[in-house]
């Protein structure tokens, strides 16, 4: 009788882990199926000078020419990565 209810339970549990493989089947599809669009990426002027390998002053001079696409928050310039 004991042994019944055991196999019983054993049914249960492989029938749960079947649907949570057929679960993570569906979720991989549409994980893959899914379009990742580039992320809007804002870096503050010490990552602009170690990408760019530019002073403080070049930093300036091309915000104030308007050459890339900046926000000033909190008083700390930003810059949008993708106009660098």
């Known amino acids: 009788m004991v042994m019944i ?3 019983k339970s054993i049914l249960v549990i ?3 882990l079947q649907d949570i493989k057929v679960l993570l089947e569906r979720w991989e599809a549409a994980r ?3 379009v990742v669009q580039d992320a809007v990426v804002w870096i ?3 990552d602009v000078k170690r990408l ?3 002073s ?3 930093i300036y ?3 104030a020419e308007g050459a890339w696409v900046c ?7 930003f810059y949008l990565k993708s106009s660098l």
């Open 5 to 7: 209810g055991f196999l």
């Open 14 to 16: 492989v029938k749960i």
């Open 32 to 34: 893959e199926s899914v």
């Open 44 to 46: 503050d002027a010490s």
């Open 52 to 54: 760019l390998n530019v």
């Open 56 to 58: 403080d002053a070049t």
């Open 61 to 63: 001079r091309r915000r």
């Open 71 to 77: 926000k000033k928050i909190g008083g700390k310039w």
